[in-house]
């Protein structure tokens, strides 16, 4: 069996949907439940013994020394974090808890487990650290591409908290050879996204008629990845990766912030057009800035295809229209989130001793 953290959050619940559609391994999931946990994306698991959930925080070296003792998972595989950079700027506090010391706990606790394993399966454990492209910093226009050389340059309390955690999993393997992986990838994009990330916030937005905000001129450049190629990544770096290295996982996708937001409004034209015939353009509103705003960021995704030939399935374009028909087509999850009742789902749908 494998250990995830983080597994009620967007990429995490996707990757625990996608395993399981695809092999019988079980998977013991740890999740705090912050705001960004939602049991929800996992409703389809209910009932499914191949599926451990267990609510606690991974710096509670005392529960994931038990998981681990009771489990024996093969794997780790650790997407938990504070990710959303808005927050850190306005509190980072949770941010160097989470991604910082709770990354150190989780690796000494790891640590311990596999050093006691017999030999054969201390040769076969796997520690797959989940990271973002954001570690880099920045990029001029005409720049090359982040390659997995780039020195780390980062800008936000958000990218600095997870530039520090991706350091000490490298430690880790330098110092007491712990068998890791790591990933740095692009922004996702895909069903069960939070709506305070850009495109979904951008779909509910505009279907509640609401303001579409785009920090100064738009022309900010991100490289987007469907999440389900997110999560076909990290299955193969598991499957095959080299230990200690990392791999820069991108969809070749580049684009400024603007474009996006005209890609999702003229979707929403097409898809669910409004009553009086106008386009959901005219909800774009250009805002303040963001603070220390990264103007581009984009990865070189050929040492992962080279070496482990995994290459994104989707285009922008298949990935985009997927995305908008799934906020459209599940219009409680998006009331749920945003009124706040997906954080009652385990009393509702368990009862309230749950
Ligand atoms: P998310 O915010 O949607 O989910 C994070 C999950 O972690 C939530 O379920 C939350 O409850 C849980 N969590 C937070 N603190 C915890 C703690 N102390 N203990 C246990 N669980 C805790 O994040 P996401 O977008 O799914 O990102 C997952 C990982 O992928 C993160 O490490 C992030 O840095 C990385 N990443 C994200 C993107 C992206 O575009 N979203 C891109 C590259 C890398
Ligand atoms: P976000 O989804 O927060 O991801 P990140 O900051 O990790 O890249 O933002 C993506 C881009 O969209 C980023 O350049 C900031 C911009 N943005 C807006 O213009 N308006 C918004 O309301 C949000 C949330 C983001």
Known sequence: MILVTGGAGFIGSNFVLDWLAQCDEPVVNLDKLTYAGNLENLASLQGDARHLFVQGDLGDRALVDRLLAENRPRAVLHFAAESH???????PEDFIQTNIVGTFRLLEAVRAHWSALPADEKAAFRFLHVSTDEVYGTLSQEA????ETHPYEPNSPYSASKAA???LVRAWHHTYGLPV????????????????????????????????????DGLQVRDWLY????????????????????????????????????TVCALLDELRPKADGSSYKAQITHVQDRPGHDRRYAIDARKIERELGWKPAETFDTGIRKTVQWYLAHPEWVQHVQSGSYRDWVSRQYGADA
């Open 181 to 216: 992986l790591t990933t740095n990838c692009s922004n996702n994009y895909g069903p069960y996204h939070f709506p305070e990330k850009l495109i979904p916030l951008m779909i509910v937005n505009a279907l509640a008629g609401k303001p579409l905000p785009v920090y100064g």
């Open 165 to 167: 955690s991706d350091h």
């Open 144 to 147: 090359p591409a982040f390659a």
């Open 227 to 262: 999440v389900q190629d997110h999560c076909s990544a990290i299955r193969r770096v598991l499957e095959a990766g080299r230990l200690g290295e990392t791999y820069n996982v991108g969809g070749w996708n580049e684009k400024p912030n603007i474009e996006i937001v005209h």
């Open 85 to 91: 950079v808005d927050r850190s700027i306005h509190g």
